[in-house]
């Protein structure tokens, strides 16, 4: 029995020392890696990209002058180059890794814009499907639903409305995530967060929805009105229409 411990001891002793050696030999390799290049590839939304490759690729050589070919990999942090990516606009998640043969890769998740905060006399803005506000693209733009009006406007002024604004964030999700709503309102106009007017892509009635509530049973007015009114009455028989009132379909 003694025996038999002796030997389970020396047999660990020895795979500990193998371990050792193995972790010794990693270590080395990785010591005489050196930095070979970076690429930065960039997941499009529908073909359309908000954040340019080019442009992420020439920040990071300016925050990061000392990433030269040859440097050593253990002089290039990067957990510190995807904190920094992660800063730039519509830049939702960046993943940056490395391969053995020293060659960087920045792999970058964008936020989608759904709706566009437009300003007559300012720049616009987008949200995105995370309630995130973020500025417009000198290169991109993206076909969505505009928002406008003072209170719409007021939004820019913050950096997140998900939790302060959740009630616009529904419905604005709501009509995105309808295939025939999102065809049909073309925007909504928002002076107050209690008066919601909506634009459509057929028919030039305004709708007046008032506040982003009751989304569903508002939304099934409003089909109800294009189902069983405007057949009966055709498309120019009323210029307002309002769901704002519970039960009721006015049309004038």
Known sequence: MKKFRIKKSLIFAALTLVLIGFIGFVEKKDSEKVFTGIEVRVKGIADVYFVNEKDILKNIQIEFPLMQNGVSM??????????????YAFVRNAEVFADPKGHVMVEITQHIPIARIVRPSAADGYISSE?????????????????????????????????SHSD?????????????WKAQISGMDISRKTDIKLYQQVGKQVIEFGEAKDLEEKFEKINLFYEEIIPAKGWNAYSRVSVKYKGQIVCE
């Open 74 to 87: 253990q002089e290039v942090d990067l957990n510190k180059i995807e904190k920094k990516v992660e800063t």
């Open 131 to 163: 309630g995130k506000i973020l500025p417009t693209s000198n290169s991109y733009t993206t076909r969505v639903m505009t928002l406008e009006g003072a209170y719409a406007e007021s939004l820019l002024k913050l950096e997140d409305i998900s939790e």
């Open 168 to 180: 616009l964030m529904a419905m604005i999700n709501f009509i995105n995530a309808d295939e025939f």
